[in-house]
């Protein structure tokens, strides 16, 4: 039985993305920071559908914390054979107003915690010679979003760990890639009203706004064994919305 470890998967995409691998019979483990009655809700969900799954509180933008969790999947599992890195905040501003703490807090949670991550997951599975890291990016993080510097820096940033990693783990059997999702509906995106959304929906080429299951099911392609020969992708998952 394959082990992933989804970071943020008490809410939003990660919680989908949780579903979508206990249903395809995953080991899961939902790591969370704030959310832990969701994080709980939807564990004990997964485990009465039969899922072999636990939840996990850390700070991924904290590197104690990142340790002391994967020093827990170790002893329980060994390792995790799947990474996804999408635990992120999001944040509107103009640039001017960007304080040092809102940098720093941006840039730990959406960039600094996908290299806890990796640096933990990877010795086991290069011992394996077998893994598959995914890490969520942003379309911002490839064409830059007007108000949000800091995010689409930090989902740059995400697009480039991910193409250098790629270089360096190829012949170790682990791929690692990345999804640029566009406007998804979820609590990240619960300040846009619909209108907003009618609005984006128009501009987009499919007519539509994405869903936390396109993002998860792209998540379980990637992840799968077959998918060896993608790596240092980035995935647009965005209705066309950038091209
Ligand atoms: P969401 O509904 O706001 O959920 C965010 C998740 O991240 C929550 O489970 C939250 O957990 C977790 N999280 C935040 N800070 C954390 C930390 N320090 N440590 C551990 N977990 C933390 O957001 P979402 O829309 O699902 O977004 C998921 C990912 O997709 C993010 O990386 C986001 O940037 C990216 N994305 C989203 C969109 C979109 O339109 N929604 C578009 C492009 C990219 P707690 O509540 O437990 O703290």
Redesign the pocket.
């Known amino acids: 039985m394959k082990t992933i470890l989804i970071?943020?998967?008490?809410?939003?995409?990660?919680?989908q993305t949780a579903k979508l691998f206990a249903q395809n019979g995953y080991r899961v483990i939902i790591?969370?920071?704030?959310?832990?009655k969701?994080?709980d809700m939807l564990c004990k969900e997964l485990k009465e559908n039969g899922a072999d799954v636990i939840s996990y509180k850390?700070?991924?933008?904290?590197p104690s914390q990142v340790s002391a969790m994967f020093g827990h999947i170790e002893e329980y599992f060994g390792g995790v054979s799947v990474l996804v890195n999408?635990?992120?905040?999001?944040q509107t501003k103009l640039f001017t107003d960007i304080t040092d703490n809102d940098w720093n807090r941006m840039i730990s949670?959406?960039l600094s915690?996908a290299f806890y991550c990796c640096r933990a997951a990877l010795p086991y599975m290069i011992h394996q010679k077998y893994g598959r890291i995914i890490n969520?990016?942003?379309?911002?993080g490839q064409v830059g979003g007007s108000c949000e510097v800091h995010?689409s820096a930090a989902?740059a940033g995400i697009i480039g760990l991910t193409k250098a990693l790629a270089m360096e783990e190829g012949l170790s059997g682990i791929t690692v890639n990345c999804i640029?999702?566009?406007?998804?509906?979820?609590?990240?995106?619960s300040n846009l009203s619909n209108e907003d959304f009618r609005t984006l929906a128009e501009e987009t080429p499919t007519g539509t706004i994405?869903t936390?299951e396109d993002?998860a099911r792209t998540i379980l392609f990637l992840a799968d064994e077959k998918s060896s020969f993608i790596t240092g992708q980035v995935i647009g998952v965005n209705g066309g919305f950038v091209v």
């Open positions: 970071t943020g998967a008490s809410r939003g995409i990660g919680a790591n969370y920071c704030h959310s832990q969701n994080a850390a700070d991924v933008s904290n999408n635990a992120g905040i999001a949670t959406n915690s969520i990016s942003s379309m911002w995010y989902k640029a999702p566009g406007v998804i509906r979820t609590d990240m995106t994405g936390p993002i």
